[in-house]
């Protein structure tokens, strides 16, 4: 061999050296490249979400959207009631006084403590909106079937005598000793009851009053009905930001453990990975081995789903889709597992901005018994999935 065919592999030995040493720079660079790239979308889209404007919720007196109820505050205004506007819990209780008519949403941000201090001084309470734990606290009932056919006040309360008709969406069945008017079988649509002195009105007034259906029927005659009693309104609006609700952080495994697991923990990551970069060249590409059985994940879904259509049991297949469709909800809106239908369809309604008696018929209604009273079912079911997951998208980015 010639000096020259030494020299000429002596070449294309560090020649291929430097090949893999090339590569694995050029892998290295390409993933700083995804990570920065990751950095920032993240700041642009939290710079984005903290300057986006907050929007006013459902059933608010200074909302100009559909869900909004502007036009009432205005309409009493007109009536020459004083419409006062407050989001502390603390200044809508000092602005109580004699004559003067509370008026809020579901207080769903509020503890039971803060609840009774709110309402103490006040002679009139007006609830807008209802949940199941407002009507379990106050004893007014319970929730009931909802309809939309046309309904009169059929009470003795004396306010609703020229209001005429109306058309719910929510309806409740009244605990005893409480006023049920606008009825429907065993249910009504305004519940009135008397406790200590105070006089409690609620009513589901997210279709009634809202600025888009406040003219219709006899909605802006019922709302009169309720809060135009008195010279003075008291509008409490709850959010979140006026919550008296503390949070407690359960006990995790890092608080327990003690400080120098976490250290040592690292340190092995870091080893792991050194080890990994030091030694993992050795090792050649994965080879891709055929296996003589291919099972498919959907096989099971498929043979189950055969058996429920060949024994035409629709009722059985919508409870299926009906209990997998909550179990999705409670998940995605932040609620137990086994949160009932009650829960899910307030909770997915606060969050859509939608009547809860929809969702509660929906989730909590009679099963269909034929196909296409099932593919309907599934049909909603879908749909209100959709909303749900894309307002929780919207609500992060907002975030």
């Known amino acids: ?11 294309a030995g560090s020649t291929a050296e430097r090949v893999p040493r090339r590569r694995r720079l050029r892998n290295i660079g390409g993933w700083a490249i995804v990570v920065a790239i990751l950095l920032v979308g993240v700041f642009i889209t939290t710079q984005v979400g903290a300057k986006m404007p907050a929007g006013t919720g459902s059933l608010d007196p200074e909302g100009v959207g559909d869900t909004g109820s502007m036009a009432l505050a205005n309409i009493l205004r007109d009536q020459g009631v004083e419409v006062s506007v407050y ?32 309402t103490a001084p006040a002679d009139r309470v007006v609830f807008l909106s209802s949940g199941t734990h407002l009507l379990n606290l106050l004893h007014l009932g319970s929730s009931g079937a909802g309809t939309t056919a046309p309904v009169s006040a059929d009470c003795d309360v004396p306010e609703f005598a020229e209001v005429g008709t109306i058309r719910p969406d929510r309806m409740f069945v009244p605990a005893d000793g409480v006023d049920g008017c606008f009825r429907s079988g065993d249910s009504a649509a305004v519940l009135v009851a008397d406790r200590d002195g105070v006089r409690y009105s609620l009513v589901e007034g997210s279709r009634l009053f809202s600025n888009a259906y406040l003219a219709d029927d006899g909605n802006a005659a019922l709302a009169l009905a309720l809060l135009g009693q ?19 952080t359960p006990d995790t495994l890092g608080s327990l453990t003690p400080g120098w697991v976490t250290p040592a923990i690292l340190l092995l990551i870091l080893a792991g990975i050194a080890a990994g970069l030091w030694r993992g060249r050795r090792f050649g590409p994965l080879v891709a081995e055929t296996l003589p059985v291919t099972v498919r994940a959907s096989e099971t ?12 049991d629709a009722e059985h297949a919508a409870a299926a889709l009906r209990d997998g469709s909550g179990r999705r909800l409670a998940r995605r809106l932040g609620l137990a597992v086994h949160a009932t239908t009650d829960e899910i369809a307030d909770a997915a309604s606060d969050r859509l901005r939608v009547p809860r008696g929809t969702l509660q018929a929906l989730l909590g209604g009679p ?21 749900v997951e894309r307002s929780t998208q919207t609500q992060r980015r907002s975030e």
């Open 87 to 118: 989001r502390s819990r603390s200044e809508a209780r000092d602005a109580l006084r004699e004559g003067t008519t509370l008026v809020m949403s579901n207080p769903y941000t509020l503890t039971d403590d803060a609840f009774e201090a709110l």
């Open 367 to 387: 099963l269909p018994t034929d196909d296409p009273g099932l593919v309907e079912l599934a049909r909603r079911l879908d749909e209100l999935e959709t909303a």
């Open 230 to 248: 008195t010279d003075r309104v008291v509008w409490y609006v709850p959010s979140y930001a006026d919550s008296d609700i503390e949070g407690t």
């Open 301 to 312: 879904m498929q043979g189950r789903a055969r058996l429920t259509a060949k024994a035409a």
């Open 1 to 11: 061999m010639t000096d020259t065919d030494t020299e000429l592999e002596l070449v």
